[in-house]
């Protein structure tokens, strides 16, 4: 048995490698395309014109990886159906089940490998695509958030909304700064001070002006020195994140900045579609395992340009069905869960449709 999983390995292994370097090329290509276009507004260098378009390589080789798996396993199973290799592996004693666990197994490793690298690498490699842009354009500091704003809601049910002209992140540092505290929707602290610092015992100010809110007075203090804590808890690190955009966060950052953070209905919606498809997107080496196992088994005998065109359908009618859930789920016709996953649900079902038809068939 060991014998014919390393044949299918070896069969699977070289169209894997041609998809992926054929499809991560041309999505590399459009990217570099883009760069280019964009980069001639602005009379960017050379090298820095190269080091953006090296931001966008984590990104397209996850495209790459699950378009390189559904080809591999058509034309790597569907070359060995139509030479007849897999009818005599059948008639020698191997299952159907004996034949695909290899696909799936290297199916389950791709999808790991696919989440690995989106939540390690991508996400650093787009916020630094957004700095070197936002630097040339606008010839703003790397490092630094200008208009900086959030909002928390604490276990108490108390309201914190943050703003702030910058945020320095080398230096840890918020720059003319107001914090206003809510409880029950009613404005009771405002916080102002020109610098935010972090210290051994959270944020603090040095001069500043504090006011607290009475139901019949203003009651104003001003602060010219000293330690003054500021209730905001947030850490540096965590402050960065929350500045962040959805697909620059991993799965776990844009998991906690829902827990923490007040966001309107429509906002929080959109922000859990994109959570669900960290997931929902690496599985779709999964889904096209699944799928195109029992797709290359059939008995009709078919050329590569053939397996070639079905997985390009294959692809296209993924991603309409990843935008048509994408959209369903951020307007609420759908949860978001539903939403994010529809097209491996899709797809996926159908998969499984084929591949137990596939096995009672031939068993």
């Given at each position: ?126 916020l630094a695509y957004r700095e070197e842009r936002n630097y040339i354009r606008y010839k703003e500091p790397k490092g630094v958030v200008e208009e900086y704003f959030y909002a928390e809601r604490g276990k108490d049910g108390q309201k914190r909304l943050v703003y702030a002209e910058a945020y320095n992140a080398a230096e840890e540092k918020f720059t003319n700064v107001m914090i206003q505290e809510l409880e029950h929707d009613r404005l009771v602290r405002t916080l102002k001070s020109e610098e935010l610092l972090w210290g051994n015992e959270g944020w603090y100010f040095r001069e500043g002006e504090i006011f607290t809110y009475r139901e019949d007075a203003v009651i104003p203090i001003y602060v010219t020195e000293g330690y003054n804590p500021t209730g ?132």
């Open positions: 048995m060991r014998i014919v999983t390393k044949y299918l390995l070896k069969e699977l292994m070289g169209p894997f490698l041609f998809g992926f370097l054929a499809f991560s090329g041309m999505f590399l290509g459009f990217s570099l395309v883009n760069v280019i276009q964009w980069a001639e507004s602005y009379q960017v260098p050379f090298f820095t014109l190269l080091k953006l378009w090296v931001y966008t390589v984590p990104e397209n080789m996850s495209y790459g990886i699950y378009i390189g798996m559904l080809l591999s396993t058509l034309l790597g199973l569907g070359r060995m159906t139509s030479h007849s290799e897999t009818i005599a592996m059948q008639a020698g004693g191997v299952s159907f089940l004996r034949i695909a666990a290899p696909v799936l197994s290297i199916g389950l490793v791709l999808t790991a490998a696919t989440f690995f690298l989106n939540e390690s690498i991508t996400p650093a490699a787009k905001f808890a947030k850490t540096p690190e965590q402050v960065i994140t929350v500045a962040r955009k959805p697909e620059e966060m991993s799965w776990w950052e844009l998991n906690w900045y829902l827990k923490n953070t007040e966001l309107s209905e429509v906002k929080r919606r959109q922000h859990e579609v994109q959570l669900h498809l960290k997931t929902a997107f690496p599985f779709a080496c999964f889904v096209f395992a699944l799928l195109g196992t029992p797709l290359a088994l059939q008995s009709q005998r078919r050329t590569s340009s053939a397996g070639l065109g079905i997985c390009l359908i294959n692809v296209i009618v993924y991603y309409l069905l990843m935008a048509l859930g994408t959209f369903l789920g951020q307007s609420g016709a759908t949860s978001p869960w539903v939403g994010a996953w529809l097209q491996n649900i899709v797809i996926g079902g159908y998969g499984t449709y084929l591949f137990i038809r596939k096995a009672l068939y031939l068993n």
